[in-house]
């Protein structure tokens, strides 16, 4: 029998929130029998080197990312896969983001301490280690002084979108995303749209660049995915699809390889990103 080729292209490493290494990812995908993966960290591809040395010949490692971007009131993800990691607009783009999600973290620590919460900027670096600063962080740190008894009562009593102590994570529109992810020869794919995106949104999202849809996802159940596989057909548009594994920060564990694409739907995301299609 032979096996089809299957792809989870939505993982993240400790190079942001997750708590897998490059290495340990691209272990368990050989594991799996996966054919592909992408490396989908937010605001960082520095997983990137890491992951095709270990993957050697043996798997498809797609430079990947996930950034976030102002759609109207809302912060949506976009991925971008097959980016010019080297690009320098990209590159250095990459580095501001750093600088702001640092700044983002300081400012949502100081509505923290107005809300009557002590946590420090060196108590939430220790635990991001050598990742991208991000509100999962901070909500470990939350979690580990015992101000909430999950990282899911951090989100929702001070962390989440629209509880107290949020700031926005997006200097940049959904056009200056998906300009600064094709710009460096990369696909842009609007990611987990469920819950995030009214479906009349698309059309607009559409316009302003976007090139495929995450139709599979943990957060997809099976009409869901139906639904926006239907809408990607209907749209013209690509359709993707992965675990967006964290590790074991998240309470499911880990989710590598739970939601996979066959490999056809990476071809032709491969094909757009080289202009072949
Ligand atoms: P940030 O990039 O700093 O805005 O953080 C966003 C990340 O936080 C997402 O990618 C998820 O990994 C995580 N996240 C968002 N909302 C929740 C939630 N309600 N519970 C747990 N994790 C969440
Ligand atoms: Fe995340
Ligand atoms: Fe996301
Ligand atoms: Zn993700």
């Not at 976030?68 to 912060?75: I, K, L, N, Q």
């Amino acid at each position: 029998m032979i096996q089809e080729k299957r792809a989870d292209l939505h993982l993240h490493t400790f190079y942001s929130d997750g708590t897998f290494s490059p290495a340990e990812l691209v272990e368990r995908a050989k594991a799996l029998h996966l054919f592909a993966i992408s490396v989908t960290d937010h605001d960082t591809m520095s997983g990137l080197p890491e992951a095709l040395a270990a993957a050697g010949k043996d798997l498809e490692v797609i430079p990947g990312v996930e950034l976030t971007a102002a759609f109207g009131d809302r912060e949506l993800h976009l991925l971008g896969y097959f980016i010019r990691a080297e690009d320098p607009t990209f590159t250095s783009f990459l580095e501001e983001m750093h600088h702001y999600r640092r700044k983002r973290i300081k400012a949502m620590i100081d509505r923290l301490r107005v809300h009557g919460v002590k946590v420090s900027m060196e108590e939430v670096e220790s635990i991001a280690g050598k990742g991208v600063l991000g509100r999962p962080h901070l909500a470990q740190a939350l979690v580990e002084k015992k101000v909430v008894p999950s990282l899911d009562e951090a989100f929702g009593r001070y962390l989440g979108d629209r509880a107290p102590c949020f700031v926005k994570g997006a200097p940049l529109t959904v056009p200056d995303a998906v300009r600064l992810i094709r710009g460096a020869g990369g696909v842009a794919v609007l990611a987990h749209p469920h819950r995030l995106v009214e479906d009349g949104s698309i059309p607009q999202l559409i316009a302003d660049g976007i090139q495929g849809i995450e139709v599979f996802h943990s957060d997809h159940n099976a009409s869901v995915r139906r639904h926006y596989q239907e809408i990607a057909k209907r749209q013209g548009v690509l359709a993707a699809g992965g675990s967006d594994c964290h590790g074991l920060r998240k309470k499911n564990g880990p989710l590598i390889g739970s939601v996979t694409i066959p490999y056809e739907w990476v071809e032709r995301l491969k094909a757009v990103a080289s202009g072949k299609d």
